[in-house]
């Protein structure tokens, strides 16, 4: 019988603000190494200069990314930087989705990039809670995610406002600005769908 079973990679301070309205990448790969990394204050990073490198980084290696940073670019930061490995993948439906997500977390206790708002903008996906544990039963049912949205507390008139981190959502709550991505945002050959940038298990 599968029980209540919850994960959360968050402690305080691991959350870092996009410090421009572009550098949403940026901003989660600080987030995602803190989230990663243990070791508390000495190695959180939040600095701005920093941040604005990492974007840099990430544009560099994003292809037809409209100047800016796209997931294929976060991803393979991410790698380099050494918190991979990483990739992008896409997802036709929802409910799998978030199962995908919610196992990677649980098998590498890293968190999960989620490509919001058709492509636009960036969270991080740093916990869940679920019915069943995903090392126990393969078709257990994500009840909640953890996020972390770089634009708190700015939101957008559009999309919604933007959670607080460590805000626990809802999977309805969390549909209402993670959609299928359009396939005209950049060009890639991965199908439309719903977007992660999935940590995968070190070789």
């Known amino acids: 019988m599968p029980r209540a079973f919850a994960l959360n990679l968050y402690q305080e301070g691991d959350f870092v603000p996009q410090y421009t309205f572009e550098w ?8 995602m190494h803190n989230l990663i990394d243990d070791a508390g204050a000495a190695g959180t990073w939040t600095d ?3 941040q604005g490198e990492l974007w840099e980084m990430a544009r560099a290696r994003s292809s ?19 918190m991979g490995p990483y990739a992008v993948v896409s997802i036709a439906n929802y409910d799998v989705a978030l199962r995908t997500a919610a196992r990677a977390i649980a ?13 636009r903008h960036v969270w991080v996906m740093s916990g869940f809670t679920s019915l069943g544990d995903p090392d126990q039963f393969p078709k257990f ?5 953890r996020v972390q949205d770089p634009l708190y507390p700015y939101g957008d008139v559009r999309w919604g406002p933007s959670p607080a981190p460590n805000a626990l959502l809802t999977p309805k709550q969390l549909a209402t600005q993670f959609v299928v991505r359009a396939p005209r945002r950049w060009s890639s ?10 940590p995968l298990a070190k070789a």
Do not use: D, H
């Open 48 to 50: 701005r200069v920093q």
């Open 107 to 119: 098998e590498t206790g890293r968190p999960v990039g989620l490509v919001m708002w058709r492509g």
């Open 141 to 145: 049912s994500v009840t909640g995610i």
């Open 24 to 31: 949403c990448v940026a901003a989660s790969i600080q987030i």
């Open 189 to 198: 050959n991965l199908p439309a769908g719903y977007m992660l940038v999935l």
């Open 64 to 82: 037809n990314s409209f100047n800016g940073a796209n997931p294929l670019g976060w991803a393979k930061v991410l790698t380099k930087v050494g």
